[in-house]
């Protein structure tokens, strides 16, 4: 029995890579790649922190909201824009394409957020009602992620013949990546600027919308202290549904980056592992902190990048969640740590 252990162990260990050489020859390349990644964990992760932020709720149905934004993407390029899903790219110039794009984003954003609004009403509003327990909250929004898959997966395809379903949609490529340019010996395509552009001007927008607006005083205010930002006239139901929303909205966006970059990814289950990995970068940055959302996703994209060249692609996702444990031992409130309650205002 022992032999056998420890040849299981030898087994294991014999396919690891240890390729401290492919790390270094491929430097760049690796966090350029990683950086457009870790942009789309990024995005997605600000709805968890938010949400947590506010509720003190970890929305595992976050992920779910994620790939519906994926399927209206889909759908809109495929229903209203009229393009075939054949697997071939379409060549429609530069101008056509970030038209048709935006169309598509602006539509899977608006089904993400009206799907994280629904959810809100449906599933966590009448447990706030009752004054449920947070581990009620929790087991719910696991329940509810289980139900918005399984939705996609058995019932959608009664309503929209073709969509949804056991097999992954027929991809529709409107961008095929092409190389703009080199820096350091490493290429540039053009969907990596396209994902890590809109992911940063998203990222600045949210954070003006959080520190600077009468909004995003109102969310502080609610995750501080809801029941004194309550007596001072700040709606806290309005709140709650408003962070839904802009979560949701977040998440449509990277949706619709994340088929630029996987387009056959659009699958029922295709938010599953990318959520993890989100909420993981939101815990990593500091769970409730909108820059330690964004700075984890992006150090986890790059991170697990370097890791799959060190010990092989079949480790990328180990890798990703090893650093979040490591972290942890040593700043088990993430790198940031600071809470959206407690942000200046």
Known sequence: MIQQCLDQYTCVAANINFNLEGLRDGFWQLTIDGLSWGAIYALVAVGYTL?????????????????????????????????????????????????????????????????????????????????ARSLTFLITAIGMSFVLQEFVHFVLPKLLPGYGGSNAQQPIILMQPKTQFTIFGATVSNVTLVIVASALIFALLTDMAINRTKFGRGIRAVAQDPTTATLMGVSRERIIMTTFLLGGLLAGAAALMYTLKVPQGIIYSGGFLLGIKAFSAAVLGGIGNLRGALLGGLLLGIMENYGQAVFGTQWRDVVAFVLLVLVLLIRPTGILGESLGKARA
């Open 51 to 131: 949400v947590f932020g506010v509720l003190r709720l970890i929305n595992f149905a976050h992920s779910e909201i994620f790939m519906l934004g994926m399927f209206g993407a889909y759908f809109c390029l495929d229903i209203i824009l009229g393009f075939t899903p054949s697997g071939n790219d379409y060549e429609k110039g530069v101008a056509l394409t970030v038209l048709y794009l935006g169309v598509a984003m602006l539509f899977a954003m608006l089904v993400s957020g009206s799907a994280a609004v629904g959810l809100e009403f449906i599933a966590y509003r009448p447990l706030r009602k009752r004054g």
